[in-house]
């Protein structure tokens, strides 16, 4: 939804425009949201660019189911970057290939995608962390993965919302 809001925003207004929309979905109930949604229609930046309330008001129905998670389950729900990020790079190697000669060629190529990725993510882990200092006692590990914050609560809570849904 923010990147559907943001389109047509000016990107020299993009950040303060998304910082503005960030008090909409990272509000604390529905209600709270609705509150900043107004607000931001009626200020400077809602003048400027009503389309982008409106992507919220359209899909408000579909939206407002999402505040019945606690914060750090709504972040996973909403954060997706990572996954994104891991979707393209693997189109862009099968892509790359055209035609494969059966299933395991295939699984074989996404596979050794997946290590070269995670090496390189781990590479540049270890880079930040040798500049800013931080966790320096800790070696850097190749396919090490992301942490992700909020995955205990997940299930539960997911179960709760939609029974006999999840696993």
Not at 86 to 111: C, E, S
Not at 125 to 152: H, I, M, N, S
């Amino acid at each position: 939804m923010i990147r559907n809001a943001l389109r047509p925003v000016a990107r020299k207004d993009a950040a303060v425009v998304a910082a503005e929309l960030k008090k909409i979905y990272t509000a604390a109930t529905a209600e709270v949201a609705f509150d900043a949604l107004a607000a931001f229609e009626h200020s400077p930046w809602g003048a400027k660019y009503p389309q982008a309330a409106r992507v919220f008001q359209a899909a408000w129905d579909r939206f407002t189911p999402f505040f019945a998670f606690t914060a750090p389950v709504r972040e996973l729900l909403y954060t997706t970057n990572g996954i994104e990020s891991l979707n393209y790079q693997l189109r862009k190697v099968t892509k790359a290939r055209g035609h494969f000669p059966g299933d395991d060629a295939m699984i074989k190529l996404l596979w050794l995608a997946i290590l070269n990725i995670e090496d390189k993510r781990a590479r540049e882990r270890a880079l930040k962390r040798k500049k800013t200092g931080k966790r320096a006692d800790q070696p850097a590990r190749l396919v090490e993965g992301q942490k992700t914050l909020g995955w205990r609560e997940a299930p539960s809570e997911l179960d709760i919302a939609y029974p006999g849904r999840t696993m």
